[in-house]
């Protein structure tokens, strides 16, 4: 039997389609990239904003009237996931299967988010926050790097409320990277995903600071400049708060990438509010934003809040902070020449993937230094001298 797997939206989505993919493989499936040629599709979507719902909602309609008799499953965050999924093998295997089939290793630590933001609609589909225990989450690492992995990447829909018994996020990074740096001779490094802001993000800092092996990427859902809009959306930081973190980071490590989302166009978003964006992204100089408009989602507050931005206002502010996010990140790409970087190997024909600070390196294609290399396996750490940057790309031999 085949299947094939069809996956959008966050890092956790990822995680989870690839323990279903592993299941699956454990349980005497084969995956297949082809829709023609599977048995069965699994359909991971995500309704973070309408535009996200809507892409996933025409994929499934699209292959359900191409191969109307294909068995199709639909998890995520979907409305039609709540559903009853009547083509769900029940034999498949247990979540001890490990996922080996990515270069780094996503692990999930907790699902589900106890915030109240008025314009979030991710709590109507995972619930309240449900941690990993700490144990399982540790197991599940050994596991992760015995199959090879040097990068892990911590997956949680909202990971700084993670919490077993004692243990919160920070311990819990801690406890991973001493893991990972168990064998020097094959190292495995973590990588955090969102982080919301406050004290368990400053505390995170600390970790990263203490710890080598935990990348040198801090990514902050900021979503606004402006704390007044920050109160609206019913965020439970302010701006203020968002500048010591990232003060904090750049004086502890100070070739740390710092990452964000933002947001345009909140109900009753002012151009007084989108100034003090611009001025946040060039105080803070954020190496890398996640920039979109605002999305109405169903049954949130925002919804029935008045003074709505014009969606064409909503999308040129975003273009703005895109452009800005977008300079910035060039930026700070040509810091790093002359720099030595590590990467995970993701494409062994080219000796390319993601460093620490989450910057595509790639060995310098005419030869050079590199000249003797013949493979550098997937998965593996190579370091990389960088002699030129391409746009945001790092370019470099390998050393």
Known sequence: MRVCFETFGCRLNRAEALQREAQFIASGWTTTASHADADLIVVR???????AQRDCEHVIAHIRRKYPNKRIVVEGCLPEAKKPQPFLPASLSGTDAVPV????????????????????????????????????VMDKARRFIESGYHEIVITGCNAAQYLDGGARLPRLVASLAELG????????????????PGAIASEIVDV??????VCRYLHLPVQ??????????????????????VRKAREL????????DLMTGFPGESEVDMIATLGVMRRLRFSKAHVFPYSERPDTPAVKMPHSVP?????????????????????????FAGKTV?????????????????????????GGANAHILTAKRKSLVKMRVTSVSGHMLLGDVV
């Open 253 to 260: 490590m100070p070739d740390v990438a710092i990452a964000c």
């Open 208 to 213: 990263m600071s203490a710890n080598p092996n």
């Open 342 to 366: 590590e990467m995970v190997v993701e494409d062994e024909r080219h000796i390319a993937g993601w460093s620490s600070q989450y910057l595509w390196c790639v060995a310098n294609p005419d």
């Open 45 to 51: 979507g995500c309704s973070v904003t309408s535009r």
């Open 181 to 196: 740096a168990q064998n020097a001779d094959a190292p495995c490094r973590i990588r955090l995903g969102s982080v919301e």
């Open 101 to 136: 089939s990515t270069a780094r290793a996503y692990l999930k630590i907790q699902d589900g988010c106890n915030g109240a933001c008025a314009f979030c609609i991710v709590p109507q589909f995972r619930g309240k926050s449900v941690s990993v225990p700490f144990d399982e």
């Open 224 to 245: 606004s400049g402006s704390t007044r809009t920050l109160s609206a959306m019913k965020r439970p930081y302010t701006i203020h708060d968002v500048e010591s973190i």
């Open 311 to 335: 969606r064409e206002v909503r999308r040129e502010r975003a273009h703005q902070v895109a452009a800005e996010a977008d300079a910035e990140r060039g930026r700070f790409a040509h810091s």
